[in-house]
């Protein structure tokens, strides 16, 4: 099953999970924004969901990376609670229509830019980007135009185009699951940027698309662990990627 079918077809996992974490309205837009983790912190990792938006299990990812790195993480509801909805699975001409009027760089941009200056004047210095599904391309093409993000990573990413790639403007780490194409072409173009020692690749064979974010089962224990790798994964990154210093 490809990346973009199984994007299409595998439905969100009811989650009973209780979300430690705050909503702020955020800039002039009252942006909603899902915000845990150090009120102090000088590094912000901020999360482009999937599909499914504000969901408990992504939620819960950014919960567990806040406390495994010391950094705040927020994310944005850019569908502003109106997500895909999971009666709408299958057909992908409305995927993608939908994400066409949601979804885009030329959407996204504006509302990423209002909330990183909200976190520039609560006194982060540097960020990082973590990109689920669709998320993960608009996080490649946010760090060849923002120098605040200093690396990205991203998770089971949907419309993988080497493209992509060429543009990158800081590390990528990048995790796949089983429905993900090979990435090793992508991976080869990054090596070759003066940050390609620092970009990783990592399949999770023996996971499906989503399994970190909304389309996660944690009361599985496979899942849960490799949930908990991808996080762990995560933050090793950015604790080398980010290296503005923290005083």
Request: proline share 6%.
């Amino acid at each position: 099953m490809s990346s973009m079918k199984a994007c299409c077809t595998i439905p969100p996992v009811d989650s009973a999970y209780e979300p430690i974490g705050t909503v702020e309205n955020v800039g002039s837009i009252e942006l909603p924004t899902y915000v845990v983790g150090p009120k102090d912190a000088k590094k912000a990792i901020l999360v482009v969901y999937d599909i499914f938006g504000f969901h408990n299990n992504t939620k819960q990812f950014c919960d567990v990376l806040a406390k495994h790195c010391g950094y705040k993480v927020v994310m944005p509801d850019f569908f502003r609670g109106k997500p895909y909805l999971p009666e709408d699975m299958g057909d992908m001409d409305r995927l993608m229509a939908w994400i066409g009027k949601v979804g885009t760089m030329e959407v996204i941009q504006p509302q990423v830019e209002v909330v990183r200056k909200w976190l520039q004047e609560q006194g982060v210095a540097q960020g990082g980007l973590v990109g689920f599904c669709w998320g993960a391309s608009i996080c490649v093409k946010l760090t060849a135009i923002d120098s605040f993000f200093g690396g990205a990573s991203l998770i089971h990413p949907s419309f993988v185009d080497n493209k992509d790639a060429e543009q990158a403007g800081a590390p990528l780490l990048v995790l796949p699951s089983q429905n993900e194409p090979d990435m090793t072409e992508y991976m080869a173009i990054l090596a070759k940027k003066p940050f390609g020692d620092k970009c990783a690749h990592q399949r999770f064979d023996d996971m499906h698309h989503g399994f970190a974010a909304a389309r996660g089962d944690w009361d599985d224990e496979l899942n849960k662990k490799r949930a908990t790798e991808a996080i762990q994964l995560t933050g090793n990154f950015f604790r080398n990627v980010l290296t503005t210093p923290s005083l």
